[in-house]
């Protein structure tokens, strides 16, 4: 079936298509790793159904107040260079900075800063977006989430220390949009909180393979808890995502790495009472490292990885998994038992965070062993009670292994949210709150 496609480049056209009530898919970047692009036409099998892009919306950005205001199609990028223009930072910085900002609003992404300044939902202070009747509303942090969900509250309780649930979090009135998916309506505005900018100190420090020993992993992220303050970021990545970067902005000497981003007026007490306290790490093992070349090596890889998977014609097999600190042997554990299916993998992510993102490299034959292994993957992951997808969102690819994670009150709640807010079922009606129980 062929789709139908709208591009959209101002609001008064957005208005238009969204008063037609058209059962409709709104996107921007296509950099989503939860919404297949590539296959669609497989799953929006709707008739009468649209895609929508709005890559092209009218943008602008201001900063007021210690807020960064911005409308449109404003991507991180463009975004973080405006604000340090300005002498300012952006609190959230996603991998992926091509991607729009209003898209990571309705995915609730949330990136490697939450270390140091907590995920995007507490950042965003104003929300503005179309309703069904494409009228414009506003939503604003500092008031309580309207609607009466009843169970649900509780139910958010024990995902509190997590970057997301594996349901969106509602207790603010933006929390409407957060993490929706643009199930509710269509994000056309953000007011972001932002800092001062200041100086960083960036280093890396060399550990042996996870697989082999990871005394020093669970030295490194237990002690690294109480310097959250410090370091605006705490990342990973092992000797098997370094493979794919060309060799030479490779540094690891065929080990694992962890990347800190320390903020240079707390450097001294970070590295006495931090890193010269390690036991299983030398101190030759520990380098400092020019601020391009650290982020060249940290966006390098996972963009690195998932060309690598495009090239091979594979959908993305690959994990987001969150832990609580004390779960993090557990984590690798599973981890670890991937390791021995024969199947090409690496692992990196948001190491301080007990997020690390395991990517199976599946041949085609090697797909389906990989798709069970991650079926079996999910329900340990429920049962200790970590969050499943923290930060890329559910989408149509994690919706199979979702249903573990939720109990009636989840689908009582989309279900009424759904009635209320999207009466028409108009908008990405394939997504998570459809889902029947």
């Given at each position: 079936m062929a789709l139908n496609k709208k591009v959209f480049k101002d609001i008064d056209e957005l208005k238009k298509h969204i008063k037609t009530h058209k059962a409709s898919f709104y996107y921007s970047s296509q950099t989503s790793t939860v919404i297949p692009y590539d296959y669609l036409e497989q799953i929006f099998t709707k008739?009468?159904?649209?895609?929508?892009?709005?890559?092209?919306?009218?943008?602008?950005?201001?900063?007021?107040?210690?807020?960064?205001?911005?409308?449109?199609?404003?991507?991180?990028?463009?975004?973080?260079?405006?604000?340090?223009?300005?002498?300012?930072?952006?609190?959230?910085?996603?991998?992926?900075?091509?991607?729009?900002?209003?898209?990571?609003?309705?995915?609730?992404?949330?990136?490697?800063?939450?270390?140091?300044?907590?995920?995007?939902?507490?950042?965003?202070?104003?929300?503005?977006?179309?309703?069904?009747?494409?009228?414009?509303?506003?939503?604003?942090?500092?008031?309580?989430?309207?609607?009466?969900?009843?169970?649900?509250?509780?139910?958010?309780?024990?995902?509190?220390?997590?970057?997301?649930?594996?349901?969106?979090?509602f207790e603010n009135e933006t929390d409407l949009l957060i993490g929706t998916e643009g199930q509710l309506g269509v994000i056309t505005g953000l007011k972001l909180k932002i800092d001062k900018d200041t100086n960083s100190i960036f280093m890396f420090m060399l550990l042996d393979k996870w697989e082999q020993n990871d005394d020093a992993h669970l030295e490194v992220i237990e002690k690294v808890q109480n310097f959250r303050t410090h370091t605006h970021i705490c990342e990973y990545i092992d000797s098997n995502a370094f493979s794919y970067l060309d060799s030479k902005d490779r540094p690891n000497k065929g080990k694992d790495a962890i990347f800190f981003e320390i903020k240079e007026s707390m450097f001294e007490d970070f590295y006495e009472n931090f890193i010269c306290k390690l036991e299983h790490i030398k101190q030759e093992e520990i380098f400092e490292v020019s601020k391009q070349k650290f982020h060249l090596i940290r966006a390098g890889v996972p963009r690195a990885v998932f060309e690598e998977n495009s090239k091979m014609g594979v959908k993305k097999m690959g994990t987001d998994v969150q832990v609580k600190i004390k779960d993090f042997p557990k984590l690798l554990n599973i981890y670890r038992e991937f390791t021995q299916e024969g199947v090409k993998y690496n692992l990196f992510g948001h190491f301080g965070d007990a997020h690390l993102h395991f990517n199976f490299m599946p041949i085609d034959s090697q797909t389906s062993l990989c798709q069970r292994k991650l079926e079996k993957m999910y329900k340990e992951v429920a049962n200790i009670?970590?969050?499943?997808?923290?930060?890329?969102?559910?989408?149509?690819?994690?919706?199979?292994?979702?249903?573990?994670?939720?109990?009636?009150?989840?689908?009582?709640?989309?279900?009424?949210?759904?009635?209320?807010c999207d009466p028409h079922n108009q908008f990405f009606p394939q997504g998570f709150m459809c889902i029947q129980k």
């Open positions: 008739d009468d159904f649209y895609l929508c892009d709005l890559s092209l919306m009218r943008k602008s950005m201001k900063i007021e107040d210690d807020h960064l205001i911005i409308e449109g199609a404003v991507s991180w990028k463009e975004a973080k260079e405006f604000c340090q223009s300005s002498g300012y930072c952006i609190k959230t910085s996603p991998t992926e900075e091509l991607a729009l900002i209003s898209a990571g609003a309705a995915t609730s992404a949330t990136g490697e800063r939450y270390f140091c300044h907590g995920n995007l939902r507490s950042q965003i202070s104003e929300i503005t977006y179309l309703d069904y009747n494409a009228d414009i509303k506003t939503l604003k942090k500092e008031k309580p989430f309207s609607f009466n969900i009843g169970d649900y509250s509780e139910d958010m309780k024990k995902y509190t220390s997590f970057k997301n649930p594996p349901f969106p979090m009670e970590a969050s499943p997808f923290a930060e890329h969102g559910i989408g149509v690819i994690k919706q199979k292994f979702i249903k573990d994670f939720w109990t009636d009150s989840q689908y009582e709640v989309f279900k009424m949210l759904k009635e209320t």
